[in-house]
T-cell receptor, first 113, second 115 residues
Framework: QKEVEQDPGPLSVPEGAIVSLNCTYS??????FMWYRQYSRKGPELLMY????GNKEDGRFTAQVDKSSKYISLFIRDSQPSDSATYLC?????????????FGQGTILTVHP | EAGVTQFPSHSVIEKGQTVTLRCDPI?????LYWYRRVMGKEIKFLLH????????ESGMPNNRFLAERTGGTYSTLKVQPAELEDSGVYFC?????????????FGEGSWLTVV
């Protein structure tokens, strides 16, 4: 069983839609949660970072963590064609180096005009 | 400021050959990481350097992989001999330090195809 499960999609939505991306995890040691965005043929780019249960908002993006359910989400409001990319959740256990991340498989998102 | 740069961007080699991938981290970043993504799988951690020392190499798949970072600047990842299952994208990343608040920056990856 994978430590992090993420639906690979693909997910296709119209411009302006609210997008919901999700990951579940099995390792209780994970304490830090991130969302990365990866454009085609590029490296992952950090979008959101959080370490507590609850919501964190940054512009059109909201990251949600529910540690009791081992479930994290990323919401994108008013989605734009420029949001079309692969979205990766990533997690890190406490006591490990910041760069030792466990990734989900990534969800391919397309926002069409 | 230059980002994390990787070379070559693409490489096609035959099974049994050797390939060396290079990563130049962002200037001043002591921490350097290697990750890889093989076809259909998630990105997986390989190892972490702090300057020239290997901090964590728990993700290295086997002894056909050798990573070095002489002088604490650029790093190389050598695969010898390459096998078909080594095909994938190899990402390098760097960060200034390894505390919780520090962002790690990824390169664009080196695409390796073993035929």
């Amino acid at each position: 069983q994978k430590e992090v499960e993420q639906d690979p999609g693909p997910l296709s939505v119209p411009e302006g839609a609210i997008v919901s991306l999700n990951c579940t995890y099995s390792n209780s040691a994970f304490q830090y949660f991130m969302w990365y965005r990866q454009y085609s043929r590029k490296g992952p780019e950090l979008l959101m970072y959080t370490y507590s249960s609850g919501n964190k908002e940054d512009g059109r993006f909201t990251a949600q963590v529910d540690k009791s359910s081992k479930y994290i989400s990323l919401f994108i409001r008013d989605s734009q064609p420029s949001d079309s990319a692969t979205y990766l959740c990533a997690m890190r256990a406490g006591g490990t180096s910041y760069g030792k991340l466990t990734f989900g498989q990534g969800t391919i998102l397309t926002v069409h005009p | 400021e230059a980002g994390v740069t990787q070379f070559p961007s693409h490489s096609v080699i035959e099974k049994g050959q050797t390939v060396t991938l290079r990563c130049d981290p962002i200037s001043g970043h002591d921490n350097l990481y290697w990750y890889r993504r093989v076809m259909g799988k998630e990105i997986k951690f390989l190892l972490h350097f702090v300057k020239e020392s290997k901090q964590d190499e728990s993700g290295m798949p086997n002894n056909r992989f050798l990573a070095e970072r002489t002088g604490g600047t650029y790093s190389t990842l050598k695969v010898q001999p390459a096998e078909l299952e080594d095909s994938g994208v190899y990402f390098c990343a760097s960060s200034q330090d390894w505390t919780i608040r520090n962002t790690i920056y990824f390169g664009e990856g080196s695409w390796l195809t073993v035929v």
